[in-house]
């Protein structure tokens, strides 16, 4: 079957009328996860991955993909309107996306964050086609040290890219492998640091955990921090975008689209590396770069173009090889896990309907939240008037019935709140959430995988060093890091040569 | 309290969580670098934890310039404070009393007290958004709820 063909077969999987229905769903909640603040993506697909369990695979990933495409484009509204990130990745779409709304052009700033969105998706899904199922061969030859190295690349790479210090970040990449290890031993089956409890047996629930650490955390710090009282008075004005707007954008979306791609496909990489990224490059290769920050539409239309590209392709990761990158890659993958889909290299023939149909999906629900962020856009600020003394207590219920409904355990609505608690006191005191819960879910992977490696080579590592992609992501894990260290003090150097020279 | 020192008091956790690990991690077997064992990674890993929380804790360590620490404003935990201990309250009555009673009253309380809504208000809105989610996730989409 060749890719058009595939993607023909994907579209009639896509529009059976059930499926349509979820993507417009999935759409819809997306797009009031990115407008509302408080609730992010990884959140809301926690709390409805149970509402999942009773639908057909492809239906239930088409619907979570929606969530999680649909948040980045509801994202920016909220970051355009009153300068606070509807979800993380809109952060950097705040800085000239509200300034364009203080001067009277909330208008074209969202319309060319929906266009650039569309663009971007749009792109990232074609891409997603043609470097998916060459991956996925590639993947075949994947064995224990490959996947060894890949988690080590991905945790890495996390922790060097988060915002605050990397020893921080990498403290709690340890500290999410070392809960990682609460329950069965994956290799032996012995019970570890169980203290006598069943419930614990196959370690802290991935949804409790999840929906605690980004859902009930999240209400926690607003009452904290009180910033629950929105001031919405921008007027939106008029919509389209000028020639020159249009022109200005061109060259900055289909820069993001590429960036974002890339960094998506990155294990560690996400939708806020890629926004960041996006806005620094075009901040570089502007001749007017001091309008950046001053309400420069390119400020709005890379970061926007990027955080949906890489939104679509950190699928390829986690449906080629079955290694997420993300918390958000983390849960789909859960979810194609207790619908006994098998993720990894053979998913592509195994089970061609998922993968082609939720590709075709992609291209629909683009298509969708188009409408739905651009001529519906009024409908979504009027969410944004809603006070939020009465909303938190909605979305706490919503943790609830997330965090309850998929083991049907009380046990599970402890895990949530003492992750809860967690991730409250973690955000105060500086820390970030994302590489946590990224080795809380690779960790028993990791572990299975070095395990089985160092009993094949018999405990001598060569294995690492005599297979080229295993040493290659290796390298590029311990080198990267490195050279970060390394170049400011080479920097220092050259300058006092220099110095010293003049 | 100051930002500082809960990092430093949230380091320390993670530090005795790490050293707990290892020691529990030498007690479950650590077998050999050829075989190893259940104890293998928990150990390997509280050794990583304990070197990176080091390595946080040094800059917090070091004195700080002249300025005024950032502060941690306590009375601002209240309204955090009521929502955990509601959360517990609700998590045990759950499986006792039913979804409706107890999340109509979580809802009603939290809108009530933490939201500083009035009470008719808050009874309103408690009462139909238990009602609308247990049509819309208990009837129509089957989820199990007690």
Same mark, same amino acid.
């Given at each position: ?502 | ?16 969580? &790490?050293?707990?690990?290892? #020691?529990? %991690?030498?007690? =479950?077997?650590?077998?050999? *670098?050829? @075989?190893?064992?259940? &104890?293998?990674?928990?150990? #390997?890993? %509280?050794?990583? =934890?304990?070197?990176?929380? *080091?390595? @946080? ?90």
């Amino acid at each position: 079957m060749t890719q058009v063909e595939a993607l023909i077969y994907g579209f009639g999987v896509a529009f059976e009328y059930h499926n349509l229905l979820l993507c417009l769903a999935g759409c819809i909640i997306g797009t009031l996860v990115g407008v509302l603040p408080g609730i992010g993506p990884a959140g809301a697909l926690a709390m409805l991955l149970p509402v999942t369990l009773s639908l057909p695979p492809v239906s239930a990933v088409i619907m979570l993909a929606g969530i999680y495409y649909g948040a980045m484009y509801g994202g920016s509204t909220t970051a355009i309107l009153i300068n606070i990130p509807g979800e993380a990745a809109s952060i950097v779409t705040t800085i000239d996306g509200n300034r364009m709304a203080q001067q009277g052009r909330a208008g074209p700033a969202l319309a060319i964050a929906a266009l650039g969105s569309f663009v971007a998706g749009t792109i990232a899904v074609l891409g997603l086609m043609f470097v998916a199922p060459p991956l996925a061969s590639v993947a075949l030859a994947f064995q224990s040290p490959e996947y060894v190295a890949l988690v080590i690349l991905g945790l890495t790479f996390l922790s060097y890219v988060s915002m605050g210090s990397t020893a921080r970040a990498m403290m709690m990449a340890a500290a999410g492998l070392l809960l990682g290890t609460v329950g069965n031993d994956p290799v032996g089956g012995v019970d570890r640091f169980t203290l006598g409890m069943t419930d614990l047996g196959g370690g802290f629930g991935l949804v409790p955990v999840v929906v605690g650490l980004f859902g009930v955390s999240e209400i926690l710090v607003n009452l904290y921090e009180k910033d629950s009282v929105r001031s919405f008075t921008t007027k939106i004005g008029r919509l389209l975008p000028t020639r020159d707007d249009l022109a200005r954008s061109v060259m900055p979306v289909l820069r993001g689209s590429g960036i974002g791609f890339l960094i998506g496909l990155l294990p560690g990489g996400n939708a806020i590396i890629a926004a960041i990224l996006s806005y620094a490059i075009e901040r570089r290769v502007s001749k007017t770069p001091e309008r950046f920050g001053n309400g420069a539409i390119e400020g709005v239309a890379g970061p926007e173009s990027a955080n949906n590209a890489a939104s679509i392709s950190c699928f390829v990761p986690v449906l080629t090889l079955g290694v997420p990158t993300n918390a958000i890659m983390a849960l789909l993958l859960a979810a194609l896990m207790i619908h006994g889909v098998l993720p990894g290299p053979q998913l592509i023939n195994r089970n061609p309907e998922l993968f082609w149909g939720t590709i075709a999906s992609m291209h629909i629900g683009n298509a969708m939240l188009l409408v739905l962020n651009l001529p519906l856009v009024g409908l979504w600020v009027h969410l944004l008037r809603v006070p939020y003394n009465y909303l938190f207590p909605l979305v706490l219920l919503f943790c609830v019935l997330g965090a309850y409904t998929v083991g049907n355990s009380t046990f599970d609505l402890f895990v949530m709140i003492g992750f809860g608690v967690l991730g409250f006191v973690m955000r105060i005191a500086g820390f970030e959430p994302a590489p946590l819960i990224l080795a809380y879910i690779l960790g028993p992977l990791l572990e299975e995988n070095l395990r089985r490696a160092l009993v094949v080579s018999d405990g001598t590592f060569t294995m690492f060093l005599e297979r080229p992609i295993a040493l290659t992501l290796l390298l590029i894990a311990i080198l990267v890091p490195l050279l970060s260290v390394i170049a400011p003090w080479f920097r220092r150097v050259a300058s006092v040569v220099k110095t010293s020279a003049d | 309290m100051s930002v500082r020192a809960l990092s430093l008091a949230f380091i320390a956790l993670w530090l005795m969580l &790490g050293l707990y690990f290892m #020691l529990q %991690g030498l007690e =479950l077997q650590l077998g050999s *670098i050829s @075989s190893p064992g259940t &104890g293998f990674m928990p150990f #390997l890993i %509280g050794v990583v =934890l304990i070197g990176f929380g *080091i390595m @946080s804790a040094i800059p917090l360590l070091v004195p700080a310039p002249a300025s005024e620490p950032e502060r941690l404003p306590i009375q601002r935990l209240r309204d955090p404070a009521i929502v955990v201990v509601s959360m517990i309250a609700y998590s045990l009555a759950l499986e006792r009393i039913g979804f409706i009673a107890s999340t109509g009253v979580l809802i009603v309380f939290l809108t009530w007290f933490v939201g500083r809504t009035t009470f008719l208000r808050a009874a309103i809105a408690g009462v139909l958004a238990t009602l609308v989610c247990y049509v819309v996730f208990g009837l129509l989409l089957g989820v199990r709820l007690p």
